[in-house]
């Protein structure tokens, strides 16, 4: 691989890591809280924890678009890990933007649902 593609390649890592990270930590929140596997995790622990949560949002107790939140960010870091996967045996620097795009979705859906939790959790300081 040539610097660039070590370097995408090594920034896509961290992110997918970062919020798998994310994802952990809002999960332990919900309203049924979720424990998915933390540390040094590999992603063959990690994906099929996310799979399991996609399999039980709509057991959740929540309004229909926090639902859907999760369900998003779940699914979107799964998309943006198989193409990661995909980029380590067939590069193309299109799939890495593909990966990070994938990847601010699930950020994007995750902080929907971190503020949803927080005013569950702080009802006062709602407007």
């Not at 996310?50 to 939140?69: G, H, L, S």
């Not at 890990?81 to 799939?95: K, N, Q």
């Amino acid at each position: 691989m040539s610097d660039y593609q070590d370097e995408q390649m090594g920034d896509i890592a961290r992110m997918l890591g970062q919020s798998y990270a994310a994802l952990a930590t809002v999960c332990l929140n919900l309203p049924v809280p979720v424990t998915l596997p933390t540390g040094a995790v590999s992603s063959e622990d990690a994906a099929p924890a996310v799979r399991r949560v996609v399999e039980i949002v709509k057991e959740m107790p929540m309004p229909e678009r926090t639902q859907a939140d999760l369900f998003s960010a779940c699914v979107y870091w799964l998309g943006a890990l198989d193409i990661y996967s995909i980029m380590a045996s067939e590069y193309h620097p299109v799939r890495g933007h593909s990966a990070v795009a994938n990847i601010l979705a699930a950020e994007s859906a995750l902080q929907d649902l971190a503020e949803w939790l927080y005013g569950q959790q702080h009802p006062d300081e709602q407007q």
